[in-house]
Antibody, heavy 115, light 109 residues
Framework: EVQLVESGGGLVQPGESLRLSCAAS????????MTWVRRAPGKGLEWVAN????????YYMDSVKGRFTISRDNAKESLYLQMTSLRVEDTAVYYC????????WGQGSLVTVAS | QAVVTQEPSLTVSPGGTVTLTCGSS?????????PFWFQQKPGQAPRTLIY???NKHSWTPARFSGSLLGGKAALTLSGAQAEDEAEYYC?????????FGGGTKLTVL
């Protein structure tokens, strides 16, 4: 059974940092592109960042460039999102998405940025 | 960053047919944008229905189909059922980053 389990979300103040983790199992993690997608309250889905299977390529949405860093550990079958200089508008449920065809989705981790 | 546009809302009768579209601010949507379609219901994670314009996953109901139509990506639902009431999002590739559309809230009524 495929599982993607996000963790690390919580309440932080503007300007602070947070690191999300995603533990994967049940599929070929080390061969798959991995992606972070978010959904802010009352808004639609937003593609955040992704990383190639070997970590050699990654892309970010414009508003998080320079603040967020995606990384992965294939030995641990884990994906990470290091978020710094957090803003109120980064408040969202963050989903970990696995597979080259976006087949697998986690249940999400809530990040709340508020003072 | 490109802007991807979808109808904010659509209504379809049970058993009816509806087409949702996905346009790009950069011009015509092509197979090179590798259009994806996702369905999300309240309180649930999204699930992928269509990838690479027309391809379905094993769990995608046969009544859903993807295509390119009039310069846009399209998702057609033929024979709508009550359980299809949900939000639908398209996703396009832009030679690196991807961009979601704003989503279509589909009502089956």
């Amino acid at each position: 059974e495929v599982q993607l389990v996000e963790s690390g979300g919580g309440l932080v103040q503007p300007g602070e940092s947070l690191r999300l983790s995603c533990a994967a199992s049940g599929f070929s993690f080390s061969s798959s592109w991995m992606t972070w997608v978010r959904r802010a309250p009352g808004k639609g889905l937003e593609w955040v960042a992704n990383m190639k299977h070997d970590g050699s390529v990654n892309y970010y949405m414009d508003s998080v460039k320079g603040r967020f860093t995606i990384s992965r550990d294939n030995a641990k079958e884990s994906l990470y999102l290091q978020m710094t200089s957090l803003r109120v508008e980064d408040t969202a449920v963050y989903y970990c998405v696995g597979g080259d065809m976006a087949e697998y989705w986690g249940q999400g981790s809530l990040v709340t940025v508020a003072s | 960053q490109a802007v991807v546009t979808q109808e904010p809302s659509l209504t379809v009768s049970p058993g009816g047919t509806v087409t949702l579209t996905c346009g790009s601010s950069t011009g015509t949507v092509t197979s090179g944008h590798y259009p994806f379609w996702f369905q999300q219901k309240p309180g649930q994670a999204p699930r992928t229905l269509i990838y690479d314009t027309t391809n379905k996953h094993s769990w995608t109901p046969a009544r859903f189909s993807g295509s390119l139509l009039g310069g846009k990506a399209a998702l057609t639902l033929s024979g709508a059922q009550a359980e299809d009431e949900a939000e639908y999002y398209c996703l396009l590739y832009y030679r690196g980053p991807w961009v979601f559309g704003g989503g279509t809230k589909l009502t089956v009524l």
